[in-house]
């Protein structure tokens, strides 16, 4: 379960980084709080930020009950996944956004995947 844990700070740190770069991009900008429209270099950040927090909703949940359920190293697995998509999402989303498909996609399928999974184990158990 260690893995699962290094995967769980790495997300959670990952995340107050991207929080970080939305208050760095505000001083640059001349966004002033609690503003969440501005340049688009801004926005873009922010939406960024925003978005990571939408996904950690799902893939935290998702990744201890895969862990807990199914196998650790496995959910370690998808969680680099995951990590490495946020990464390319938030290089796609702040160059061009149009081209954010892959880093969502490495997002979303390993918690998709993960809570499809656990959903199957759960409902053989009651078989």
Known sequence: ?????????LALVQYIVFGIQVGGMRQ????K???????DEFERVNRVHLNTLEQLIVFLPALWLYAHHVNPIWA??????????????RSAYIN??????????????P??????????VAALSYV
């Open 28 to 31: 640059k900008t001349g966004t």
């Open 111 to 120: 918690s998709a995947v993960m809570l499809v999974w656990v959903l199957i």
């Open 96 to 109: 061009d956004p149009s081209n954010r498909t892959l880093g969502f996609a490495l997002t979303m399928l």
């Open 1 to 9: 379960m260690e893995a699962v844990v290094i995967i769980t700070v």
């Open 33 to 39: 709080a609690p503003a969440s429209v501005g340049p």
């Open 76 to 89: 370690a697995g998808f969680g680099a996944v995951y990590l490495v998509g946020r990464m390319l999402y």
